[in-house]
């Protein structure tokens, strides 16, 4: 019996399904999200899984939320425990009032459940068992059972997942009926046997919109496609490898000539990091537009033609979807902790252009206006997505793509240009932008070749160990790099209701967790301004936004906080200003932390009189 | 200044080739490298043979890695683009060159220590891969660059300037090449520029990757410590000479002999090597009889040389890889992106 009240929530709590890996339960759970999505009802899910591929826990949350909050929330309402081994931790995760959902076929001792809970069993395993005699049937079905008995408990129209179902197995007729079939087995159960529905539910709304269900991996490949992305080189890396995976299927479907049926791509997997990003910049140094994509061990091996790619000048797009180091740290796990390591990569002095999308629809613009960066900057860009967009779905805007749009491929010298006279020194800035002009390989027969060293040079590319010739290359590229900042996506300013002297910055993935905290903190009687910065170099508004506030917050996902010591760094700020929010244990930030985090500092501040406290 | 530009007035009476260029025309800046650098000799033997074939120097891309050797791009063709890039990774940037542009000639020029070290998986990787690609080791065994440190292909046994014996076993390139499927596959003498030209010519007409070991002798570092005639020593013993003036007068070393015979040859240190030149009725594609071979003369202490393996019907990289006839680097948005159209569509399915 319970000695707390059920939760009772309509469309705003949150599922986790704790399994194991290889169990084929992440189909199963991933029609849970979609189904609800279907409702009309915003849901934000993750996979937390393990860096194994068979037997180690793994689990899925769908944050059901009518408001919209893609963020982790934080806490568990209805815990589906399908793992025995990871049972005590998964009962004990279970908010006070919530639900615990279990396979009830063999019954477990009263110790094992707590008494502010509601248990609900289901004996799924007698009731797969006297259905299907096949093994691998019993599992799968399992699955699909009490993904049935769910949707009875939480009052969601089966119809909507017929539906899912359906598309699923299109053309296979004998498992799609087999798989309404099971999911009726556990829900016409649930209907019989249970209260059901419990005070979770699901309700039909209209808050999804038009908007789109996706991976940031596979939004930042297509992102590649549409950019005019022709070469692809790569080493496989959780959590980078389905953007290259992606890519690869992508081009199958939409990259064949339909005369020839020939491919206008070419993807290689490499040998390792060195080779692919080698390949990269040799394709790039050629003309075509190539990229790589990668996570933190992937890098640190790249660094040493990161350089090249610095110095020589060769365009080339890197996608670091970032995960838990250092070193191999934990694969499987989301941080945003390859800032300074991308920023400042290879040995000497470089600084690299950062892109850093909030989310899917993001990803796929930078991912396109990456090469356009690469090409017209001539040096690396980092794409620098994380295991939580890269890996999981999210609900965001359409994917939009103007026809008129032409690709900007930086200052080329052709042979007409080359022909008229035009003086051409390869490293010569005629623009005083910093940006040199480049010639393509096979160009002219007399004119515009050049020799690409990552050599100290002239400005006619002449080998040279001169310091002043030296120093004058160095200062051009430092000029570039003042170019870039207005070529990069400007940060975004919200101000908050009423005047404030604190500001927050955040970027990447936090963005939805950072939305939702203002809301919390604002209840907490927080008020601050804030800003997402969306690339590195700086634009000029940072500085502005610095200057405004007395304090600024600048949240992130990893231990040291990267980006503060990059503003710090970068803008000449006395750090005392800028107050680090970190969170790195490899989970998604969540909003819960960051206003808690903040605002017992700004209740410390004694900023505003002490309200009372919702958290 | 710190290059050497080469004057550009030409004897009116150079003979030309086909294309109507002169040999200037296939030169590139003077070379840097220790008068007497086996190198200097190969890179004479790629303007002969890029001469004879009437190339376009402009559609040739010269790529390499780190070292004396992979200086030598500069030093030849001088109106084609050159890329010296990291140490050991010439071949990733040659091949994602390859794929940008499957219309240009590419030549890989690499040293024993860029190749077979540090770059030994690179080596081997666009070897596998059949990248279109005439692939240079201009191979002295030592690391002529950081001043004479034992590369992979230096023999075991063999003592270094400073008397240090190698007890490392030697990687052999061209027993690795063959074995790693590639399509061509030669070895020869820097000296011996008749028959290393049309070795050059063959490999740069050959489609797919071939791939050519080239001994190549080192002036300053392969000479054994205490000699009276080493670099270092003179330099101690004579302050007023410099590095360049020490080593001039030292002419590269030049072999012709006859197919099926062996010839030692005198290194510029004294030290020896047999080269034995394959017969006129070798068998060049049985790439198991010339691994054999390889090893049975490697046995009796001979370097084989010549054209050891070649499969005239090879396939490249580009066919594996199903790529279209246009370089993809002349290819736009109008026929890369799909659209937006498509893209509502895949909104569509995204729901
Ligand atoms: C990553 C890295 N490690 C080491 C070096 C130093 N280095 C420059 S050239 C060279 C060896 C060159 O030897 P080889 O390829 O045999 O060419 P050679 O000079 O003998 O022609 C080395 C080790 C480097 N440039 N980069
Ligand atoms: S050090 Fe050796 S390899 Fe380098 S240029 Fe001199 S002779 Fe040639």
Known sequence: MSDKKPISSVNDFVVRFANVNGSGSASANEMFARAILRHGVPVSPRNIFPSNIQGLPTWYEVRVTEDGHLGARGGVDMMVAMNPQTWDKDVAGIEPGGYLFYDSTKPMPSTKFRDDITVIGVPLTAITNSTYTDPRQRQLFKNIIYLGALSALLDMDPKLIEQLIGEQYKSKEKLLSSNVHALHLGRDWALQNLKCPIGLRVKKSDKVGDRIFIEGNSAAALGAVYGGATVCAWYPITPSSSVAEAFTAHCQKYRHDPETGKAKYAIVQGEDELASIGIVIGASWNGARAFTATSGPGISLMTEFIGLSYFAEIPAVIMNIQRAGPSTGMPTRTQQCDIIACAYASHGDTKHVLLFPEDPAEAFEFAAAAFDLAERLQTTIFLMLDLDIGMNHRLCRPLKWDDARQYDRGKIMTAEMLEEGRDFGRYLDVDGDGIPYRTYPGTHPTKGSYFTRGTSRDRYARYSEEGTVYADNMQRLVRKFETAQDLVPRPLQANAERPTKYGVIYFGSTSPAMDEAIGLLETRGHQLDRLRIRAFPFHSSVASFLAEHDFVYVVEQNRDSQLRQLIVNENGIDPVRLVPIVHYDGSPITARYIAKAIGDHQDHLKVTPLRKAVS | ?351
């Open chain 2, 1 to 351: 200044m710190t290059y050497i530009a080469k004057p550009k007035f030409h004897h009116p009476g150079l003979k030309k080739n086909e294309l109507g260029y002169t040999h200037r025309d296939y030169e590139g800046k003077i070379s840097t490298l220790c008068a007497g650098c086996g190198h200097d000799s190969i890179t004479a033997s790629i303007i002969e043979a890029c001469y004879e074939l009437s190339i376009e120097p402009h559609r040739v891309a010269k790529i390499s890695g780190i070292g004396c050797s992979s200086k030598t791009p500069d030093y030849f063709l001088g109106n084609s683009h050159g890329f010296n890039s990291v140490h050991g990774r010439m071949p990733s940037v040659l091949t994602g060159a390859n794929l940008a542009n499957r219309d240009l000639i590419y030549l890989g020029v690499s040293g024993d220590g860029d190749s077979a070290s540090i770059g030994f998986g690179q080596f081997a990787h666009s070897i596998r891969r059949g990248v279109n690609m005439t692939y240079i080791v201009e191979n002295n065994g030592v690391y002529g660059l950081t001043k004479g440190q034992f590369s992979a292909t230096a023999d075991r046994g063999s003592k270094s300037k400073k008397g240090v014996t190698n007890t490392d076993n030697a990687i052999d390139l061209v027993a690795i090449a063959l074995q790693l499927g590639a399509t061509f596959v030669a070895r020869s003498f820097s000296g011996d520029k008749s028959q290393l030209v049309p070795l050059i010519a063959a490999a740069i007409g050959h489609k797919g990757a071939s791939f050519i070991d080239v001994i190549s002798p080192c002036i300053a570092f392969n000479n054994h410590a205490g000699s009276t005639k080493s670099f270092d020593y003179v330099r101690e013993h004579n302050d007023a000479v410099n590095r360049l003036d020490v080593l001039v007068g030292r002419d590269p070393i030049a072999v012709d002999y006859a197919p099926g015979t062996v010839q030692v040859v005198e290194q510029h240190d004294g030290s020896k090597i047999a080269l034995r030149k394959i017969d006129a009725d070798y068998d060049p594609h049985d790439r198991l009889g010339a691994q054999t071979f390889l090893a049975k003369h490697a046995a009796k202490g001979q370097i084989v040389t010549g054209l050891l393996y070649v499969d005239p019907d090879a396939e490249d990289l580009h066919e594996h890889l199903n790529t279209i006839e246009t370089p993809l680097n002349t290819l736009e948005a109008d026929t890369l992106c799909p659209g937006s159209a498509v893209l509502d569509k895949i909104n569509a399915s995204l729901r």
